[in-house]
């Protein structure tokens, strides 16, 4: 089978400093791929990279059949892929539901022409309550996510990025500042997107729930792939663990 | 009556080169300083033109055509900069064209153009016409706001990183607005040149670009019954306030400032306020 | 020869708008603030200089009388015009701090006459020689005095605690407080210095034109808010170079380009040409 | 050290915490829980001054300090490393520690900046990128050092855990265990409540701007309806 | 009353000349009114601040046209706004008389329009004449205020030049707000010019010709009448001395009814008048005169009045041609102890002619 998304030789360099050192990996068709490392391992940078916000100074990243390299970051939000971002930043000037909505209207607002020629948004708001429900805050729908708490804005991010039906869903820490109860609900809820047909990566430092739901994790450390494989194997790794793990290790895992 | 007439010609034009504005900085949320410019364009393509014998209603869309054609380019360069950059980086484009006009004997250099053929249109005529198109443009502004335009302009104004990750091309959209916010105060930058007959490189100055500035200001940002109605008096303000004689601009000076200071979101924001408490 | 005289030109021309700026980059690089009304100190300086040097005869005390009254008025200008509109987004400052300009400069034609005012016995006018250039003393003054004004700058300003505080404040005013920076102080004592160096450039300039008029601060201060940018936006050394730079191009700009544009345009189209060659400024620090 | 008494704070009309009385004792870790928008954040700023008080009173060392400003607590040993982390982001990591340590003598920078170094030696490979270019978890870290900086006898700690990975976690609450030793009282609010549990002494549970619960950790997991209705605990 | 419209600069950068513009009309009115004014009708003078703008001054034509309707119009400002108000002053038939702005378009705007001063052109002329014959300097650098002004006076120079052999070295421009002229100044150096023909006013004269002597240019400066100012003395101090202008205003004139003036003008402003006041003066007494003459009523009686009258006014003895320019001479003062004098006059009636119909066809 033809992998989804393949990252090859990606090198992102920030003046001296070597964020991500010619990582390769795959990510296939229908697969919920964890991306873990320690805290400046560079997996922030890797999606950065994979959704065109940082270029890589070496290394190509295509999507399917489609060459990304060249393509701005919104042609690739286009092109199929989807960010729930770490640090999250919504809209504070419409409510929970136009903030999805927007995101929704992707078809609508593809070039100037015909967003102008476009009023109607009902549609589109019908799929941004539905992707509200689907990461369970569909009751704020009419706030303002100005004062919303962290943990609600976490989902709304998730929410935007779901409604752009993507086909790949790149999740950065989507789980946290929730408590272990809303984490695991949130992870069940991408365990089911992904069930039903959505490929998506996940980088989460909650353990518990990346070797719960992911089907395959790859490991940076300081730049560099360490390891790449099923989970369970993959954190039995020495040096994963050594990286990764504190005196936690086995409670964690 | 015909004063009156005439005041609203030069008022009308004030609303229209302010909304063409509001598209740019109050719905875009791109801030220019060098708005002047584009509307100079327009009146000298259409002083030009209506020199060379063009009738005045074929110079209209070539005094829009151009605006736009330099908004883009303008546009195109402000994409390049960083966002706190945008601001001077505009307000270099107001002097530029004055400066660049100013040293062009083929544009009539510092002495200007004078003696513009007169549009055919009764004073009368030519002040409906003036405030039929106010009227189309704020319609047109009132419809983009509702569109998806206006909402992924907003999306834009408020956070360009988001919205770009949301897979909304953003420069195209920035350029959008800046090519129908420069056609804009082309258009009135033509009806300008055709109603008083002479211009000259001075009347598009940063001067001019920061009065129709606070027009969107004071108006209140983005709020095209605000910004019309703030146009329409600043536009008056000057002849209304002849009786202080040398103390004119003290006063208008002063008004900036004081409105600034004491109701920052303009006169949608004082009128908001107001209601807010007489319904408290 | 002429290239020498050019530059020689071009670094006098281009210490006063380093002191100008210098003061607009504080501000702006403490408050995000576009503070075109600086250049009315700048105007006040002038006057003050004139005024007290034709009252007292002493150069000397007019500048520092000059330097407190712009400093002063530069604090009470923050404290009662801008610091209750911090929050608002930056046009609002912006057209107030428009609106503050055009009302002083008419308060200044109304108090000081439209005819402006100059020295009765302008000081400084003796010429120096230095190699084959001629220069008055007060050029001197205004170069000597620009280089070290800016200098002692931007040592406090990278090398002490307070210089630090002032950039945390930029970030996030609340942290700040939170970590014991006293904010009123830090930005009475950013005004207070940038104001007072705009009034120190005031006296300069009435030195070297013999002439203060009310409408003296529309060019310095347009030209000053390029030259920020141009030094990266809040650095005090790039503000230094950015100033010099701007200049010396504008000094052979209109001698070699004044045919095609006038010298405001020529600082701006150097402005614009930087800005799309390095977006970030030319001494910015990323 | 701290006591809060019938606290109430808010934003405008909205009141985010309602009477809320709690006492930080030195040598002690308090954990602050709740579901998201409970006001634990709110709680926080409000001690170090930034949210307004709205009812109660605010006792530090004996003394009243509702009235005083931000800059007033921090001398007085009040620190905070607050929600969302709050960077000078065009700082470079040094000079936020700095800026942490500001209120200090500058003879204190050396020693206190090796002890933070000590504790997370990331921070020292990055010690001259700007902190906005920081990766999450290292923002994190440089947030809580810039805290530590200030020498604080109340260190107040927002979502310790957030995007840190388990390894500097467990480095993180045994740093805490350490400032307990050192007689510091310690505020810490983690959504982790598991992981909380097992250092804190005393905890205070929020919902909706009230308390719910109050009283010794080692009580609350034996209580059944907290564990099951609070503490998203399975 | 009888309403007269005045259109000056009191605000903005010209608001020094504006100001000297009122007090010459407000004088002129105040003598009129004090003789008894119009047929017993007092004259009551309308004015508004056009900061030297055109885009304030069509506006402001419009409402003393259409609401103070006002009889006849003076202009007290300078070129860019004086022709910007004159198509609406001409649309509307009353006689716009113009104090001092020297552009072309203003008197070939219509025949209502009437111009009290010589045009740029001819006082350029006149410099050329002075600088050839009179001085006696064959190698001139010109320095050209970037305005309709300078341009007017540089354009008549170089027409003025070949006729009495005179070389142009080098011509430079500068801006109406620059006051620093090092480079500039560097560059004329190197020319090593016998004269410098420098147009101005006195708030960029005063510094230039102050830097010009630091610099060590020694070579004499001939300017114009915006030099005519008492300030640009002050300005330039000791530089000042020598410096020649032409103007329309002769201090040491034996002409009775400019003495008057001067010394009513000193009586009741405080200070002298320079030539701004007096042109404006002139422009407001002809208007004021004319009414006399030809009543109020009628605006076409009062053009012919104007158009066909002899006027003594304290710049000279004024008639107009058939472009409703005037002939007259044009006067030269040096700067000497701190005040203007005498030098010269120039005067020659072909050389200096004012444009007329013919001539503006060719
Ligand atoms: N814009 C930038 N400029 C300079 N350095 C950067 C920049 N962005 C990231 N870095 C550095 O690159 C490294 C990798 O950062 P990245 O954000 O990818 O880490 P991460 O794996 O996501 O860590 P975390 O789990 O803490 O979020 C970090 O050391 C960081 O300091
Ligand atoms: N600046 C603000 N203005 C108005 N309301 C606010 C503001 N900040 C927070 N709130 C409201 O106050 C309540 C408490 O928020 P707070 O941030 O204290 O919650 P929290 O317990 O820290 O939640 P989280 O776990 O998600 O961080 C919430 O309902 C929130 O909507
Ligand atoms: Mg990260
Ligand atoms: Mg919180």
Not at chain 1, 225 to 253: C, E, F, H, S, W
Not at chain 4, 13 to 37: C, K, W
Request: net charge positive; proline share 4%; hydrophobic share 50%.
């Amino acid at each position: 089978m033809e992998p989804l998304l393949s990252a090859r030789n990606v090198t992102v360099r920030f003046g001296g400093v070597t964020a991500i050192d010619d990582v390769s990996f795959e990510v296939m068709p229908g697969e919920l791929l964890g991306l873990i490392g320690p805290n400046g391992a560079g997996k922030t940078t890797m999606m950065r990279a994979i959704v065109g916000i940082h270029r890589p100074q070496k290394g190509s990243v295509s999507l399917g059949e489609r060459r990304l390299d060249s393509l701005s970051i919104d042609a690739r939000i286009r092109a199929g892929l989807a960010l729930s971002q770490q640090l999250v930043k919504p809209f504070r000037e419409i409510d929970v539901r136009d903030n999805v909505a927007l995101a929704a209207g992707a078809a609508k607002t593809r070039t100037p022409l015909q967003a102008l020629v476009h009023v109607d948004r009902r549609a589109e708001r019908q799929v941004a309550l539905e992707a509200l429900e689907r990461v369970g805050i569909a009751r704020l729908a009419a706030q303002s996510p100005r004062t919303q708490p962290l943990g609600v804005l976490k989902r709304l991010e998730m929410a935007r990025a779901l409604a752009l039906k993507p086909r790949l869903l790149l999740l950065d820490e989507p789980l946290a500042g929730l408590n272990s109860k809303e984490a695991s609900e949130l992870a069940q809820t991408i365990a089911d997107v992904n069930r039903q047909g959505m490929t998506i990566i996940l980088i989460e430092h909650n353990l518990g729930e990346v070797m719960r739901i992911c089907q395959r994790l790859v490991v940076l450390d300081n730049g560099r792939k360490i390891a790449d494989g099923p989970p369970q194997a993959t954190m039995n790794d020495a040096a994963v663990r050594a990286a990764y793990l504190g005196g936690d290790a086995d409670a964690a895992a | 009556m015909e004063y009156e007439i005439s005041l609203a010609t030069a008022v009308g034009i004030s609303v229209l080169f302010a909304l063409s504005l509001n598209l740019i900085t109050g719905f875009c949320g791109q801030i220019s300083l060098g708005h002047a410019a584009f509307f100079g364009i327009g009146a000298y393509t259409c002083a030009l033109l209506a020199k060379a014998g063009v009738p005045f209603f074929a110079t209209l869309p070539a005094a829009m055509a151009l605006p736009a054609l330099f908004g883009l380019v303008v546009g195109l360069a402000s994409l390049r900069v960083r966002a706190d950059f945008l601001a001077i980086t505009t307000m270099g484009i107001g002097f530029l064209f004055v400066g660049v006009v100013r040293q062009q004997d083929a544009l009539g250099g510092e002495m200007g153009i004078s003696a513009i053929p007169d549009s055919g249109l009764s004073k009368l005529a030519f002040m409906l016409l003036t405030v039929a198109l106010c009227v189309l443009t704020a319609l047109l502004s009132q419809y983009i706001r509702r569109s998806w335009m206006g909402q992924v302009f907003n999306a834009i104004a408020e956070d360009e990183d988001t919205t770009r990750v949301m897979g909304i091309d953003v420069p195209r959209f920035k350029l959008a607005a800046f090519a129908i916010g420069t056609a804009l105060a082309g258009l009135a930058g033509a009806l300008y040149a055709s109603n008083l007959k002479f211009i000259s490189p001075d009347s598009f100055g940063f001067v001019e670009s920061m009065t129709v500035l606070s027009m969107v200001v004071i108006g209140g940002i983005g709020s095209v019954p605000g910004v019309t109605v703030a146009a329409i008096v600043l536009a008056l303000l000057p002849s209304m306030f002849t009786f202080v004689g040398e103390y004119k601009l003290l006063v208008y000076g002063g008004l900036l400032f004081l409105m600034m200071r004491f109701s920052p979101d303009g006169v949608t924001g004082a009128l908001r306020r107001l209601m807010a408490r007489r319904r408290a | 020869m002429l290239i020498v005289e050019l530059i020689a030109q071009g670094l006098v021309q281009g210490s006063i708008y380093a002191l100008i700026a210098l003061g607009l980059t504080l501000v702006y690089g403490l408050l995000r603030i576009l503070h075109v009304a600086h250049a009315a100190l700048f105007t006040l300086g002038g006057y003050m200089g004139v005024l007290l040097t034709n009252q007292t005869g002493s150069l000397g005390l007019a500048m520092v009388a000059a330097m407190l009254v712009a400093g002063i008025a530069g604090v009470l200008m923050y404290r009662f015009c801008y610091e209750p509109i911090l929050h608002q987004p930056p046009f609002v400052p912006l057209i107030a701090s428009i609106g503050l300009f055009i009302a002083s400069e008419e308060i200044y034609r109304l108090v000081f006459g439209a005819y402006g005012l100059s020295y009765a016995d302008p000081p400084l006018q003796g010429q120096v020689a230095i190699g084959a250039l001629r220069f008055k003393q007060a050029e001197l003054l205004v170069m000597v005095g620009g280089a070290l004004a800016i200098g002692v700058l931007a040592l406090l300003q990278s090398r002490t605690r307070l210089g630090i505080a002032c950039q945390a404040t930029v970030t996030d005013p609340q942290m700040a407080e939170s970590f014991g920076i006293d904010l009123k102080t830090v930005r009475y004592v950013n005004f207070f210095v940038g104001s007072a160096l705009a009034g120190a450039a005031g006296v300069m300039v009435a030195l070297l034109n013999n002439l203060v008029e009310p409408t003296m601060g529309s060019v310095p201060s347009y030209k000053a808010l390029a030259i920020i940018v141009l030094g990266g936006l809040g650095s005090v050394p790039g503000t230094l170079l950015a100033a010099l730079t701007l200049g010396i191009v504008e000094s052979f700009g209109t001698i070699y380009l004044g045919k095609l544009l006038d010298r405001n345009a020529i600082a701006f189209a150097f402005l614009i040409l930087v800005l799309m060659v390095r977006p970030q400024g030319l001494f910015a620090k990323r | 050290m701290l006591q809060l008494e019938g606290l109430g704070c808010g934003y405008g009309m909205f009141q985010a915490v309602e009477d809320l009385s709690l006492e930080l004792q030195p040598g002690r870790i308090t954990g602050l829980i709740g579901a998201n928008g409970a006001g634990k954040s709110s709680t926080l700023m409000c001690i170090a001054g930034h949210v307004a008080m709205t009812a109660g009173q605010l006792r530090f060392e004996g003394q009243d300090i509702g009235q005083l400003g931000p800059r007033e607590r921090v001398k007085r040993g009040i620190a905070i490393s607050p929600e969302g982390r709050r960077l000078f982001k065009d700082l470079s990591v040094e000079d936020n520690l700095k800026v942490g340590g500001l209120i200090h003598p500058t003879s204190c920078y050396a020693q206190d900046r090796d002890k933070v170094l000590g504790l997370f030696p990331r921070l020292g490979e990055r010690l001259h990128s700007l902190a906005g270019n920081l990766s999450g978890g290292e923002q994190q870290m440089l947030a809580i050092g810039r805290a530590l900086m200030a020498r604080p006898k109340l260190l107040m700690i927002d979502e310790i855990s957030l995007g840190l990975m388990p390894k500097v976690i467990d480095l993180c609450y045994r740093a805490l265990e350490q400032l307990r030793r050192d007689g510091l009282a310690v505020l810490v609010v983690e959504q982790n409540t598991d992981r909380l549990l097992r250092v804190a002494d005393d905890l205070c549970v929020l919902e909706s701007g009230r308390t719910v619960w109050k009283g010794k950790a080692a009580d609350a997991r034996a209580d059944a309806t907290l564990t099951a209705r609070y503490l998203g605990l399975h | 009353d009888v309403k007269i419209g005045l259109n000056v600069p009191l605000t903005g950068f010209a608001a020094a000349d504006g100001k000297s513009a009122l007090e010459g009309a407000k004088l002129a009115v105040a003598q009129a009114n004090a003789a008894g004014g119009i047929k017993g009708e007092k004259i009551e003078l309308v004015v508004y601040d056009d900061q030297a703008s055109p885009k304030e001054a069509a506006p402001i034509a419009t409402k003393l046209v259409e609401k103070d309707k006002v009889v006849v119009a003076v202009s007290g400002s300078y070129s860019a706004s004086t022709r910007a108000a004159a198509p609406v002053f001409q649309a509307a038939k009353v006689p716009y008389v113009v104090a001092y702005s020297i552009h072309p378009d203003v008197t070939a705007t219509g025949d209502y329009m009437f111009r009290a001063s010589t045009m740029g052109e001819v006082q350029g002329r006149a410099g050329a004449k002075l600088v050839g014959e009179v001085l006696k300097k064959k190698k001139v650098a010109l320095v050209t205020l970037k305005n309709d002004f300078g341009q007017a006076l540089a354009a008549g120079f170089k027409e003025g030049a070949p006729k009495f052999g005179i070389q142009i070295t080098g011509e430079y421009e500068y801006g109406m707000s620059d006051r620093q002229f090092g480079p500039l100044i560097s560059r004329l150096k190197a020319d090593n010019p016998e004269a410098i023909y420098a147009s101005g006013y006195f708030f960029t004269a005063g510094p230039l010709v102050s830097q010009l002597r630091a610099a060590g240019v020694t070579a004499p400066v001939i300017g114009q009448e915006g030099y005519d100012s008492e300030k640009f003395i002050e300005i330039a101090g000791a530089a000042a001395e020598g410096v020649y202008v032409t103007t329309s205003l002769d201090r040491d004139s034996a002409s009775p009814v400019t003495k008057a003036y001067l010394a009513d003008f000193k009586k009741t402003v405080g200070s002298g008048s320079d030539m701004v006041a007096a042109s404006t003066y002139s422009a407001t007494a002809i208007a004021i005169e004319a009414m006399k003459k030809a009543g109020t009523a009628n605006r076409e009686a009062i053009r012919d009045a104007i158009a066909g009258g002899t006027f003594e006014t304290p710049v000279g003895k004024l008639t107009f041609n058939d472009l409703h320019e005037v002939n007259k001479d044009v006067q030269v003062q040096i700067v000497k102890d701190k005040a203007f004098r005498r030098f010269a006059v120039v005067s020659d009636p072909v050389f200096l002619a004012a444009p007329t119909k013919a001539s503006l066809k060719k």
